[in-house]
């Protein structure tokens, strides 16, 4: 099994940054992808950006050139950077693990508010 514990949400203005974290533990030999997803309230959770075991990186629309998704093999963390921020990035935020012996983890989600 792998366990997700995410940090990094927070209150920030638009224009601001933000970075979040996610740490694994357990069966990360078996990790083969790990990505950011979004809910805002009334939709449905969606991609944001993901990076794969050999480092490829693909990401939504809306956050290119704004957001970058990282990983820390070392640490078995991924981290998303978010620049430029805007209202319309609130949303509470999921670190996603996939691999190989436990199928799909999800963190427990972390709030991410841009004021205007």
């Known amino acids: 099994q792998v366990q997700l514990v995410e940090s990094g949400g927070g209150l920030v203005q638009a224009g601001g940054s933000l970075r979040l974290s996610c740490a694994a533990s357990?069966?990360?030999?078996?990790?083969?992808?790990m990505g950011w997803y979004r809910q805002a309230p009334g939709k449905q959770r969606e991609l944001v950006a993901v990076?794969?075991?050999?480092?490829?990186?693909n990401y939504a629309d809306f956050v290119k050139g704004r957001f970058t998704i990282s990983r820390d093999n070392a640490k078995n963390t991924v981290y998303l950077q978010m620049n430029s921020l805007k209202p319309e990035d609130t949303a509470v935020y999921y670190c996603?693990?996939?691999?190989?012996?436990?199928?799909?983890?999800w963190g427990q989600g972390t709030q991410v508010t841009v004021s205007s």
């Open positions: 990076i794969i075991s050999g480092g490829s990186t």
């Open positions: 996603n693990v996939a691999s190989n012996n436990s199928g799909v983890t």
């Open positions: 357990g069966s990360v030999f078996s990790i083969v992808a």
